[in-house]
């Protein structure tokens, strides 16, 4: 797996990921608290969480028809330029009367988002061979689960001592380096597909059309169709989660902050160990019966997870869990990304990313909305069970649809479009 990292372009977007992820962090869990105690409102830092998601419902799907016509590597490096400029003016914010900043800051960091992230996942196919796409992506989530354990340490370490000016200048620092790093990159020739000419003229018209192209490709493709499935109905579940986790840390395991940042910190581990593992698996990794039974497994370690404490309630035991439950998270993930990119011709990347994200948004949205409107209703255990129920329905939805012939095309869109496409910079 670590191989892959010898590839020079490959290493430069991955060591620029690392690097603003880990900035991203430490902006995360430094400025709600920041938000809290300045105005000592909860409603003030819903409000910042909500104009950071209203962007990816807004406007990514349609991120992802640029992300297809415009020179990706460029977006990235513009993109990671912006987001180190636009969290400057949280630099003035320091009274409550000033806090609208942060809701403006979040909704336009977000918007930028939008665009990098598709294009991020679309270039990664572009600058390693096929037989390392899933180490890649292994490599990928590796970087995220790093972030996500340094990070919240760094930035609480940042809040401490330098407060809020601190933790901005030091994520804007981390865009500025990774923005540096994506900018040396060189994109093979053979992988600039002529399908992305750079846009000269703009008109609504053209851009819902290549959407729908785009649409019509996941429909039309088995293997997406499914993945598509599969990330709206495992996105309910993450919704449910995203309300009810500290709910479930201190009503079910009766803790607190320290409970809950351990738990995150056990799943972040069993995902890097994981993403170790899965150097050794390869390519074989990108099969139905990866995907599925990893997704059946992480469904029924999450439905033991929820449902334990009533029969042993050790704290010590959840714990393990989540270390163990982060092992086929990142194996899913890891195949379930690395088989997107295959099954999808280089000029559709983009728009389809973005759909992906979306619908994950929206199916997030709505799982939201389930756990707030039936958690103190049917109870939060009851509730949490949607959760791990519908990553096994997943599970077996991939088992039994993503069929052999399906998955050999997969990769047979990839080698025949390696292969014919023509040479051409955009």
Not at 285 to 313: E, H, T, Y
């Amino acid at each position: 797996m670590f191989a892959t990292l010898r590839q020079r372009n490959f290493a430069l977007l991955w060591s620029g990921g690392l690097i603003s992820l880990t900035g991203d962090w430490v902006l995360m869990i430094g400025l709600p608290i920041y938000v809290l105690l300045l105005t000592h409102s909860v409603l003030a830092t819903s409000v910042m969480m909500i104009a950071a998601r209203l962007p990816n419902l807004l406007f990514g799907v349609f991120a992802g028809v640029f992300v297809d016509r415009w020179n990706r590597q460029r977006i990235m490096v513009v993109g990671d330029a912006l987001s180190a400029l636009w969290l400057l003016p949280l630099l003035f914010v320091t009274t409550a009367d000033r806090v609208w900043l942060v809701y403006i800051v979040a909704f336009v960091e977000s918007s930028i988002e939008q665009f990098f992230v598709p294009a991020e996942n679309a270039l990664v196919p572009n600058l390693v061979s096929q037989d390392q796409l899933v180490a890649a992506n292994s490599l990928s989530a590796l970087s995220n689960n790093l972030a996500r354990l340094v990070g919240p340490a760094l930035g609480g370490l940042v809040a401490g001592f330098f407060g809020l000016p601190g933790i901005i200048l030091v994520d804007a620092a981390s865009f500025a380096i990774a923005g540096l790093l994506i900018a040396f990159i060189r994109v093979p020739t053979s992988q600039q597909i002529s399908a992305r000419a750079e846009i000269t003229g703009i008109s609504w018209r053209a851009i819902m059309r290549e959407w729908l192209d785009g649409l019509r490709l996941i429909r039309r493709e088995r293997v997406l169709g499914v993945l598509f499935s599969f990330q709206a109905i495992t996105s309910l579940g993450e919704g449910v989660i995203g309300v009810l986790f500290i709910v479930f840390v201190s009503r079910v395991l009766h803790g607190g902050a320290a409970q809950v940042g351990w738990l995150m910190s056990a799943q972040a581990i069993g995902s890097l160990v994981g993403g170790v593992l899965i150097g050794w698996i390869g390519s074989r990794l990108v099969s139905r019966w990866w995907i599925g039974w990893c997704a059946v497994a992480f469904g029924l370690i999450d439905l033991v997870i929820f449902n334990s404490p009533a029969f042993f309630p050790v704290f010590l035991l959840t714990f393990a869990l989540f270390v163990l439950v982060g092992l086929p998270a990142v194996a899913m993930l890891t195949g379930f990304n690395a088989l997107q990119q295959m099954a999808t011709p280089d000029a559709y990347r983009g728009r389809v990313s973005s759909t992906f994200f979306t619908t994950g948004a929206l199916l997030g949205l709505l799982g939201t909305t389930i756990a707030g409107a039936l958690g103190d209703h049917l109870g939060v255990v009851t509730v949490l069970n949607i959760q791990g129920g519908v990553y096994v329905l997943a599970g077996v939805l991939v088992l039994l649809l993503l069929t052999g012939p399906a998955l050999e095309g997969a990769v047979k869109v990839r080698v025949e479009e390696e292969i014919i496409q023509p040479a051409n910079l955009s």
